[in-house]
Nanobody, 127 residues
Framework: QVQLVESGGGLVQPGGSLRLSCAAS????????VGWFRQAPGKEREGVSC????????YYADSVKGRFTISRDNLKNTVYLQMNSLKPNDTAVYYC????????????????????WGQGTQVAVSS
C-alpha cells in the first residue's frame, strides 16, 4: 500500500523546536521530490519546504528560511522537517507530499502537482 505518514507534531512554546517525520511505504522516497505544506485554520495550504530528487536542491518559504531544515534518511525511507525558533504563526496542520516528475522549482508552492499526500500532523505554538 502506497502511503505517506507524518508524525512529530505537538504543542510547543514559542522559541521551541519540533522535528516532523514523513515516512513512506510502498515506494522509495529517495526517488521522489518531497514537499512540506501547512494549513492554518481559515487559510489556504501553503508550501513550506521542498527537497528535490532531481538535483538535490531545497526550497524554503521566506517565512521559515533560517529556522526550518528539510532532510532525508534514505535507509528509513523518511524525510524530516526540523523546525526551530517556532513562532505562534507557525501553528498549522503540516502535510508532506511526494511526486517523481519534477524538482522543487515552480511547484514547491503549489498543491496541484503532487501525487501522494500524508494525513497531516498538528503543530501548535503557544505559551
Amino acid at each position: 500500500q502506497v502511503q505517506l505518514v507524518e508524525s512529530g507534531g505537538g504543542l510547543v512554546q514559542p522559541g521551541g523546536s519540533l522535528r516532523l517525520s514523513c515516512a513512506a511505504s510502498g515506494f522509495t522516497l529517495n526517488y521522489y521530490t518531497v514537499g512540506w505544506f501547512r494549513q492554518a485554520p481559515g487559510k489556504e495550504r501553503e508550501g513550506v519546504s521542498c527537497a528535490s530528487s532531481i538535483n538535490g536542491s531545497t526550497y524554503y518559504a521566506d517565512s521559515v528560511k533560517g529556522r526550518f531544515t528539510i532532510s532525508r534518511d534514505n535507509l528509513k525511507n523518511t524525510v524530516y522537517l526540523q523546525m526551530n525558533s517556532l513562532k505562534p504563526n507557525d501553528t498549522a496542520v503540516y502535510y508532506c507530499a511526494a511526486q517523481a516528475r519534477w524538482g522543487c522549482k515552480d511547484i514547491a508552492t503549489s498543491t496541484l502537482w503532487w501525487d501522494y499526500w500524508g494525513q497531516g500532523t498538528q503543530v501548535a505554538v503557544s505559551s
